[in-house]
């Protein structure tokens, strides 16, 4: 059972998904969980990826995951209506093999990814550079001191109210860490 309630569950839609989400609105900096691809991106990656190399729907869906460095899984339902976009285009071709469809591109679609090179290289490079930030892992030790500090406040917090001097000194301690973190 589907809820279309565009508040809270946007972000358990697929990032890759195109469509009613306008380009303006939603532009978050800095990653986490902004959208990968922009509208009708997907169509180039894809192409680019049957053009280098004749492939399943499931190995697009594998290879982009390992592109991104984990922690991204493209939905089937973004991916496989792409595919069928691309072929009704004439942009893809697909032929059955033991019941599943193995996408190529045409020399439409060749030409198409050429006529577009610039758009298609700069996706690339925008790939490129949100894998790496996805690749970022903090160090285990300060997860723990993270988790630590979590603790630590939750606890302090749950026993009442604090005296304004109190309040003040682990303000104070809270932003001398964050000025920690940002020495370079």
Known sequence: MHHHN???CRFARDPLESGEHGRGRHRHQGGGR???FDHGDLRFVLLGMIAARPAHGYDLIKALEERMGGGYSPSPGVIYPTLTMLEEQGYAASTAEDGKKLYRVTPEGEAFLQANAATAEAIQ??????ARERSVVPDPRIIRAM???KTALRLRLAGGSLADERVQAIAAAIDAAAAEVERA
């Open 125 to 130: 490079t925008r790939i490129g550079a949100l």
């Open 34 to 36: 902004r959208r990968i």
């Open 6 to 8: 565009h508040t809270g």
């Open 147 to 149: 988790e630590n500090l």
